[in-house]
């Protein structure tokens, strides 16, 4: 690998990593910054833009207390201005029901193609591959109040000071 391939899966990663963080933190702009405006995404329940999505799933997201995305085991194939990768995520929501707490929980691929145009990386096409789920109640530990889901979580701050 070349410098410049290590630079291209670095920024890829960082922009998996920030999909992730959007839709957790229901950050709208940052979600579409991850993908190109004539973007595509599969996601089963829906298909459209990848902006589209976005805007959907954080909105859809609203009715859940807390959700947690985690990605591991990417695979990346960079060839110059395209590349295609493949991302494991679980997917952890809670919602209340009444006096219950109910947890879903997805295993899943995003399966992604991407172009730099401009000089700039972001998706075409994601296609989110689930390859299991399951719901069930839960008992909460703790409120967990410091967490929000809004540009008022405490990794803001920290993340802005760091500009």
Known sequence: ??????????????????????????????????????????????????????????????RFLHHSHQVTNIVLEIHGDRAGSESYVT????????????????????????????????IDRRECVIDFDSIGEVTPLNDNKRSQRSRTDPSYEVLRAAE
């Open 1 to 62: 690998m070349d410098v410049q391939e290590i630079a291209d899966r670095l920024t890829i990663t960082d922009l998996i990593y920030r999909y992730c963080r959007s839709v957790d933190r229901l950050d709208v702009p940052l979600g579409c910054s991850v993908f190109h405006a004539d973007s595509y995404a599969d996601f089963g329940i829906y298909k459209g833009t990848g902006p589209g999505w976005i805007e959907h799933v954080c909105k859809e997201h609203l």
């Open 91 to 122: 997917a952890t929501l809670r919602r209340r029901d009444g006096d219950k707490v109910m947890q879903h929980q997805f295993w899943a691929r995003y399966v992604d193609q991407w172009s730099r145009r401009e000089g700039r990386w972001a």
